[in-house]
């Protein structure tokens, strides 16, 4: 049995993963010309997807690559001493298990878990799925495929084809978020540094082995702001408009926009469908619920999603009419919550008043102080998404001892998708 899954990020190699060792044949394809280096911000994984990742025999790496953050520098816009914060214990209090690491390095992990087993193409990307499974595709022939997987991320290009325009699904919360890579010479090896104020946080770290830093800006828009997502220098202007002022150290941050070699801007999203799944065709990770970048759990989400989509189509022997609904069943609590955390986890990182930011400081400055039983104690009760994480479950999918046979009419598989 065929699938082409679109998108070589992190929920397409961790499915492509798992459909492999199920038995299946899978093809990603990616518009990409080699694996996105994008110099990408700092991402979680909280304990399901550190479970899943041992399970794929990657967790020494991922461990390995993890930025070693361990403090945390916290100023208040306007006052003059900061608040130093022992990361450790928030992260040791969130979840069972946790990694952070960077996301281009997580995704080439994943990538090199399976790269032997997958056919890989970089370069091309889909231009029409047909409801029989044929694919067509801007530069290579088309190919028939019995399913197609969109792992595409928040801008989908398989959702916009098989469900319509993304402003059906998106829902702006009213944030912004940017990230841009600085000379190493900025970055403090273990630490971050936050500033905060009144509807903005910016903030900067590094890690021992990244040959750069990077400075993370979140800023709030009661609506949603006109530019082009193409337009790098009105994205880098709106920065600017946004953070101008509000520190010294910041603005020598946004002096490195124009010299910066990776840029990343996006508004703040969810995705939000009722159905993931439509024929052959269906979605996983931010493709289909993204939750908010940099708010949500995101990476965790798609993690998740990949394995139980393979699973459950293990466990159906390949019959999308029934793995489709019983995927999208297994996910829909973990996605309820995980959209329900951004929101508020939102609120805390930009606040939208001087209560806020106070808040938000003192509460650091408390995590600080107390003994580090107490403190943990503190963060569960008060942080949701501690609670959301360490309670998902997931069932187990144990591989698959043979390959799937072919179902329904495929095609010629020929020899790949060549790119013209």
Wanted: hydrophobic fraction near 40%.
């Amino acid at each position: 049995m065929r699938i082409l899954i679109s998108g070589a990020s992190i929920a397409g190699p961790v499915l492509a993963y798992w459909l492999t060792r199920h038995g299946f044949s899978v093809t990603v394809i990616e518009r990409a010309p080699a694996l996105r280096k994008t110099g990408g911000h700092a991402v979680d994984l909280f304990r399901p997807a550190v479970d899943i990742s041992e399970k794929m025999g990657v967790l020494p790496r991922v461990e390995q690559r993890a930025t070693g953050t361990k403090r945390m520098t916290l100023y208040r816009e306007g006052a003059r001493r900061p608040v130093g914060v022992d990361l450790s214990k928030i992260f040791g209090a969130t979840s069972d298990r946790h990694v952070e690491i960077m996301r281009d390095e997580l995704s080439e992990i994943y990538y090199d878990a399976a790269r032997e087993d997958v056919e890989y193409v970089f370069g091309d990307s889909i231009t029409a799925i047909s409801p029989e499974g044929e694919v067509r595709f801007e530069n290579a022939a088309p190919r028939r495929f019995d399913l197609v997987v969109g792992a595409d991320g928040l801008h989908s290009n398989v959702r916009r084809l098989v469900f319509g325009d993304e402003s059906r699904f998106s829902a702006f919360i009213g944030a912004y978020l940017g990230v841009l890579t600085l000379p190493k010479a900025f970055g403090l090896d273990g630490e971050v540094r936050i500033h905060v104020g009144v509807g903005r946080t910016a903030g900067m770290y590094g890690a021992r082995h990244l040959g750069d830093a990077r400075a993370l800006f979140l800023f709030r828009s009661e609506h949603e702001l006109d530019y082009h997502h193409r337009d790098v220098p009105r994205q880098k202007d709106l920065l600017r408009n946004a953070f101008g002022g509000m520190h010294a150290e910041v603005d020598r941050w946004l002096d490195e926009l124009d010299r910066t070699p990776a840029f990343y801007f996006d508004s703040i999203t969810q995705l939000r469908m009722d159905t993931w799944s439509r024929g052959r065709v269906t979605l996983v990770g931010d493709a289909g619920y993204c939750p908010g970048p940099a708010v949500g759990g995101s990476t965790t989400l798609a993690v998740v999603g990949a394995y139980i989509l393979a699973g459950e189509l293990a466990r159906a022997d390949g019959d999308y009419e029934r793995a489709f609904p019983a995927y999208e069943r297994a996910m829909a609590e973990h996605v309820r919550g995980s959209h329900a955390v951004a929101l508020s986890a939102a609120k805390t990182l930009i606040p939208t008043s001087r209560l806020g930011v106070s808040g938000l400081v003192q509460g650091s400055r408390l995590i600080s102080a107390l003994p580090a039983g107490l403190s943990r104690a503190f963060i569960r009760l008060t942080t949701k998404s501690a609670r959301l994480y360490n309670a998902m479950t997931v069932d187990d999918y144990p591989p698959s001892p043979a390959p799937r046979d072919q179902v329904g009419h495929a095609g010629d598989p020929g020899s790949g998708l060549g790119v013209g």
